[in-house]
């Protein structure tokens, strides 16, 4: 089964930024939608944003609150999907995930259409 492997989390002062990393092993990530959620302790997971698949000529969304701060990106040879975050606040501090569709070019609105996860890296946004 395909597996997914987040990094890139740490401890950064708020106004700095981070690359978190999402790699695939068994299926192409180029093939799916990939998206990218995070998670307080007792809350829900949100959805930060979502990339289509790399054939889709759809945009690429993103949360209201991350909009201009956060990029996702692609690197297709490394079957790795990127989440540029700058600017962060100490709201952003959660456990980022990213995760995949078992099937679809498209992405879900909902964490419940993702049956892919990773295990999640850090970020915390502390002076």
């Known amino acids: 089964q395909s597996r997914l492997v987040e990094s890139g989390g740490g401890l950064v002062q708020p106004g700095g930024s981070l690359r978190l990393s999402c790699t695939g092993s068994?299926?192409?990530?180029?093939?799916?939608?990939v998206g990218w959620f995070r998670q307080v302790p007792g809350k829900e997971r949100e959805g930060v944003g979502c990339?289509?698949?790399?054939?889709?000529?759809?945009?690429?969304e993103y949360l209201d609150s991350v909009k201009g701060r956060f990029t996702i990106s692609r690197d297709n040879a490394k079957n790795t999907v990127f989440l540029q975050m700058n600017n962060l606040k100490p709201e952003d501090t959660a456990v980022y995930y990213c995760?995949?569709?078992?099937?679809?070019?498209?992405?879900?609105?909902?964490?419940?259409?993702?049956?892919?996860w990773g295990q999640g890296t850090q970020v915390t946004v502390s002076s």
């Open positions: 995760a995949v569709p078992a099937n679809g070019d498209y992405c879900s609105p909902h964490s419940t259409g993702y049956d892919y």
């Open positions: 068994g299926r192409t990530l180029a093939y799916f939608a």
């Open positions: 990339s289509p698949a790399s054939h889709v000529g759809v945009s690429i």
